[in-house]
């Protein structure tokens, strides 16, 4: 049952993340260029060529404010993430095996001294 309900989650999350697919990439695109627009503007001597990268930078980054939907689709990924690392049971952590190092396993050989 518990296989099924995570089949139905990742489904939903799939579903999800489809439909925020274009916000996604219109707001990776905006966050690129507003990148590029403030490299132009520090690049930039003149006042007027100063004031143009800040107008377009403006619009920019309203087209960025306006797909922040996208944030939705990203959980949606990370929500089908942790669906998958679950339903392959990797979580766990590996067994930590003995060193050479006598630093390493200090407090598990102490443990087993004051057990002794």
Do not use: C
Not at 15 to 27: K, R, S, T
């Amino acid at each position: 049952m518990k296989k099924f309900l995570l089949f139905l989650a990742a489904l939903v999350a799939l579903a999800v993340l489809l439909a925020n697919l274009g916000p996604m990439i219109l707001l990776g695109v905006s966050v690129w260029l507003l990148y590029i627009v403030f490299k132009q503007f520090m690049k930039s001597d003149s006042t007027a060529g100063k004031i143009g990268w800040v107008i377009l930078g403006l619009i920019i980054l309203s087209i960025a404010v306006s797909n922040i939907y996208a944030v939705i689709g990203l959980a949606a990924a990370y929500a089908i993430y942790l669906i998958v690392k679950n339903w392959t049971g990797r979580d766990k952590e590996p067994a930590v095996t003995q060193s050479n190092d006598p630093f390493t396993n200090f407090e598990k050989q102490w443990s087993e001294l004051n057990n002794s």
